[in-house]
């Protein structure tokens, strides 16, 4: 790979999109740079202090600009600048892209994947945390990588990338490359599986012989994007089974999920190349308590668990849940994803219900016809309230479970996951759910 170092000092640079991460990469590049802002939304210009830094739509087109710095939030084929960017494109780059040109001296470890990116990489930067060293939790979870201060030679970090991330980034590369899964999303924008899964993949192609992929190397979609594909990197086959053994120290509930055992199985992989202790891992896996919002034990007892996992955006991650449950009542409705289907073994129908709410019912209808018992309702507050009844008068001694694991996006009712999360603890700790326990 090419030399990139100060590559973005004393350029013209347009900054694209101004949430967190442009902002992040505009405070960081204005020093050394002509930097310009633009934002397809001009509401969400406010800041008084980089007024004198934004370009309206008529001067980006007379302006010959080094790098046009994109955000993960901008679709490139549905924004304003559309005809723009696809004349520029050799011109894209990420705030991925600036970070590594300026660190690439640091260690970092790149998580991605459909599900579970944000526990893994919690729990990785715990273990690396236990073991004392300086670590930083970037990316969709945490900071913007550009926010972080005080860095020095030894700091490592650990990065939640997205697809649309990788997919923009010219320039990064990942040390220890990380593709937990690959099941259907965002194909709204990225259009099929093939775009999608090659955008994933793109995270192993600028690695170097120093470097380690670790993937499932069975996972039809990675081995079809990676089949023409030369990786020199050292490739970690990593699948569920090579931390089976180990399971049997884990007793944490948290992970009873296959997906959390499987990242768990990651977790292990990476450990070993890095020869930190065993015992480590078994006590943050053991003490973890989870992440707002995925796959959150809210309330536990003995005759009743409630689970938010208001995380979960699309069929496969509420199933990962939803499998391995025995009577369960479960909330479901938002926006699906393109190309999302409803792929659940038949003897697991019986054990559920399905409380459906929001605008798309009709689209969960037909999912579950002639599958699973289901009730529509307006509002998820209502499905909340028709659920405590049912539970009241149900017939039953077995353990009960109200998963609240939407399986499609939250912006129909929501303003994010965040928001549907905590409209749901709101809910049941109105309805005070502790006096099922007595009922």
Not at 3 to 29: A, C, M, P, R, V
Not at 112 to 118: A, E, F, I, V
Not at 276 to 294: A, E
Not at 400 to 411: E, G, N, Q, Y
Request: glycine share 4%; with cysteine.
């Amino acid at each position: 790979m090419r030399d990139i170092q100060n590559i973005f000092i004393k350029k013209k640079i347009l900054i694209y999109g101004l949430g967190k991460t442009g902002h992040s990469s505009y405070n960081f590049l204005k020093k050394n740079n002509e930097t310009y802002l633009y934002d397809d939304n001009e509401k969400i210009i406010k800041n008084k202090k980089i007024e004198r830094s934004l370009i309206n739509l008529k001067d980006i087109l007379k302006k010959k600009f080094d790098f046009i710095l994109i955000s993960p939030g901008i679709d490139k084929n549905k924004c304003k600048l559309k005809n723009y960017i696809n004349k520029n494109s050799n011109k894209l780059i990420t705030d991925l892209d600036v970070f590594y040109n300026n660190y690439s001296k640091n260690i970092n470890i790149t998580i991605t994947g459909t599900n579970g990116k944000s526990t893994t990489a919690k729990l990785i930067y715990d273990i690396l945390k236990f073991h004392k060293l300086d670590v930083r939790l970037t990316g969709n979870i945490g900071n913007p990588i550009l926010f972080e201060k005080n860095i020095n030679s030894q700091t490592i970090f650990v990065i939640e990338a997205s697809s649309y991330q990788i997919d923009y980034s010219k320039q990064f590369k990942a040390n220890y490359a990380i593709i937990l899964n690959i099941s259907p999303d965002h194909l709204e924008r990225h259009g099929n599986m093939e775009k999608y899964t090659k955008s994933k993949c793109k995270l192993f192609i600028n690695q170097n012989k120093k470097d380690f992929s670790f993937f499932d190397f069975k996972n039809k979609f990675i081995k079809k994007a990676l089949k023409n594909k030369k990786l020199i990197s050292k490739k970690i086959n990593v699948n569920s089974s090579i931390i089976q053994k180990e399971m049997k120290k884990i007793k944490n509930q948290y992970f009873f999920t296959n997906g959390n055992k499987n990242n768990l199985a990651f977790i292990f992989a990476l450990i070993k190349i890095l020869k930190l202790k065993k015992k480590i891992f078994f006590k943050i896996i053991n003490n973890f308590k989870g992440l707002k919002y995925r796959q959150q034990i809210v309330f536990n007892s003995k005759k009743i668990t409630f689970i938010n996992d208001s995380k979960a955006t699309s069929f496969s991650s509420s199933l990962d849940v939803l499998e391995p449950l025995n009577k369960v009542f479960w909330i479901v409705g938002g926006i699906p994803k393109l190309g999302d289907k409803f792929l659940m073994k038949k003897n697991k129908y019986k054990n559920i219900k399905a409380y459906i709410f929001g605008r798309n019912k009709n689209y969960f209808i037909k999912q579950f016809k002639n599958k699973i018992d289901h009730e529509i309702f307006y509002s998820l507050e209502e499905a909340t309230r028709k659920i405590i009844f049912d539970i009241k008068n149900i017939k039953t001694n077995k353990h009960k479970t109200v998963l609240f694991s939407p399986a499609a996006a939250s912006f129909d009712s929501f303003k994010n996951f965040e928001d549907r999360g905590n409209k749901f603890n709101i809910i049941i700790k109105k309805l005070n759910v502790k006096k099922l326990d007595y009922s």
